[in-house]
């Protein structure tokens, strides 16, 4: 397959997108790839905290500051991926009281507000916090959906401009004629087949992976260190508000409700390895420890998942500590490596997507003499009905509002209807040949209650055969790849009423289907 386009955009993680719908606002057309799907990255594998920047007040002044901002800027142009929670700092007894008081010096200086509260304020708002809290603030913070947040973006996109998305699209090399890409050679990772793209400008969005693709190009100027962090999800939602420690960032020290659950997090560890990303138990039990420090309950709660995603630190010398390291990102013009066609950009936060795609738009726009204006920060990012599954607690309402008896729920934990299922297949690029279930999980809720896909995935696969999307075995080594990818998650976190559900999961993924006995591609059981 050979695709022409004014633009090319490598990775599908928020700053994918967000550069995609830039791009699309000022009227230049792109095509935006990823290896493996939307979000496939730490846009994935994230806290899903909106900051309102006061987690960075005390060492990374400027991050601060351009959290407080963007946070502000997406309230107003995407509410529907976001809770506005508001946000609690606390510490317990034992911790580092000259911080807590120098906290609200920190906020006015990066001019964020900050409410000083009594132990006693703060319970009654949050009665599960811990009765050793010994000082507490409310603050700006929210939460956001960035599974929503990418899809609506590429769904903007797609309306204000020729552009489009290629999932499973890999980039494997460049090939450069004179100083300048002449053209992106990528593989279908579904078919194996070669797919050649030629643009005029190249956008390496690759996050923890923008060092290897920028090498590709032989630029050399992009140098990262790799953090990864863990974090688990709860069964219950614990709290409203997002709760953080008040103390200098780390581990285990901010809990955010995320719609019916609670999301614990986060460790940091160093990592070389990019492609095998998973939780540890000791990173587990860390952040366990410190989480119930805050909120006791946390101790026996029944988790769900856990999951890793990786931060790309830009290098910087500094102390060694990752936890030092800048917070900010940076956009490299690789003109200054003699390729006058391509720049990357990375690091950053979810908060600070938008901003990171508004100054890589400004430059792209630049080099192709487009003068138009950003104007993601002024147009609301329309909603999209496809792309409206992904909300924690929704699809229930939409179901009852449906009311139609023949509409059967085929994920009972989160109450995704068949509806929902046949809207995502009708509106996901570069699936219209073969549907996966994790295609579907990334664009809905189904897969993500207490089950762990153990039921849905069956039920989903069934409709799937009955829709004629599979006829042979492949729905049955989808399935597989899905409950393995689910598995993932939660091996580290059976203990309990989670350790039974795995159980009855394994009774019948093995037991009853023999999934453990279908032959992988090559041969092997
Ligand atoms: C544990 C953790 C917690 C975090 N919590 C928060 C938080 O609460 N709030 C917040 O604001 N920020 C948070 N962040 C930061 C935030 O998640 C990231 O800054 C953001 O998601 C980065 O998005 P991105 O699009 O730049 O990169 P990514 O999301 O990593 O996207 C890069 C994409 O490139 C694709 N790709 C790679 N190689 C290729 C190739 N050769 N060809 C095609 N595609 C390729 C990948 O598949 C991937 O989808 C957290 C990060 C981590 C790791």
């Known amino acids: 397959m050979h695709i022409e386009t004014e633009v090319l955009i490598i990775g599908g993680g928020v700053t994918g997108t967000g550069v995609m719908r830039d791009l699309a606002l000022r009227g230049i057309n792109c095509c935006l790839i990823d290896r493996a799907d939307l979000c496939s990255g730490a846009s994935g594998g994230n806290h899903g905290l909106l900051h309102s920047g006061c987690r960075y007040v005390s060492n990374d002044l400027h991050s601060a500051m351009e959290c407080r901002k963007e946070s502000a800027i997406l309230k107003t142009i ?3 991926c976001i809770e506005d929670t508001g946000g609690l700092f606390v510490a317990v007894k034992g911790d580092d009281l000259l ?3 120098k906290f609200p010096e920190y906020c006015e200086t990066a001019s964020i507000l ?3 509260l009594t132990p006693r304020q703060a319970r009654e708002l949050e009665p599960l916090l811990s009765k050793d809290i010994i000082q507490a603030f409310r603050v700006p913070d929210a939460t956001i959906d960035p599974f929503r947040l990418a899809l609506l973006n590429v769904a903007d996109a797609g309306r204000n401009s020729d552009s489009s998305y290629y999932p499973h699209t890999e980039l494997l090399n460049f090939s450069l004629e004179k100083g300048t890409i002449t053209t992106a050679v990528c593989r279908d990772n579904k078919t194996g087949k070669k797919t050649t793209i030629h643009a005029k400008q190249f956008i390496n969005a690759g996050g923890a992976w923008a060092m290897e693709i920028a090498c590709l190009a032989g630029c050399e100027d992009v140098s990262l260190l790799y953090s990864k962090g863990s974090l688990l999800i709860s069964h219950d939602r614990l709290t409203n508000h997002v709760i953080n420690r008040l103390r200098p960032p780390g581990d285990g020290d901010i809990l955010v409700p995320g719609g019916t659950v609670s999301v ?5 560890v160093r990592t070389d390895n990019l492609n095998d990303i998973r939780p540890t138990v000791p990173e587990i039990d860390k952040n366990v420890l410190e989480g119930a420090a805050m909120i006791p309950a946390l101790a026996t709660t029944r988790y769900i998942r856990a999951f890793s995603g990786v931060r790309p630190l830009l290098q910087s010398g500094g102390s060694g500590d990752d936890r030092e390291a800048t917070r ?5 013009d690789h003109e200054g490596q003699n390729i006058s066609n391509f720049c990357t950009i990375t690091g950053g936060k979810l908060t600070t997507y938008r901003l990171m795609a508004e100054k890589t738009a400004d430059l792209v726009a630049r080099r192709l003499n487009n003068s138009t204006p950003c104007r993601t920060h002024l147009n609301l990012l329309v909603d999209d009905e496809s792309c409206r599954w992904t909300e924690p607690g929704a699809s229930p309402k939409y179901w009852y509002q449906s009311n139609d008896p023949d509409n059967m729920i085929l994920c009972e934990c989160e109450m995704v209807p068949q509806s ?3 809207e995502i297949i009708s509106g996901a690029p570069g699936y219209e040949k073969e549907m996966t279930l994790e295609a579907i999980a990334l664009r809905s809720r189904a897969g993500k209650g207490p ?4 039921f849905c995935g069956i039920r989903i696969a069934s409709h799937l055969y009955d829709r004629d999307f599979y006829t042979d075995q492949t729905g049955l080594t989808h399935m597989r790849n899905f ?3 689910r598995f993932k998650g939660t091996r580290t976190i059976t203990w309990g009423a989670q350790a039974a559900q795995m159980e009855l999961a394994e009774a019948m993924h093995c037991g009853l289907l023999g999934l453990d006995m279908i032959d992988e591609p090559s041969g092997e059981k």
């Open 451 to 454: 089950c762990q896909g153990s």
């Open 264 to 268: 614990l997090g986060t460790t940091s």
């Open 99 to 101: 911080f807590a008081e």
């Open 328 to 332: 900010g990102f940076a956009l490299f």
């Open 420 to 422: 929902a299922i046949d």
């Open 114 to 116: 900050c409410e000083s």
């Open 483 to 485: 409950f393995d990818e």
């Open 78 to 80: 995407v509410p529907q």
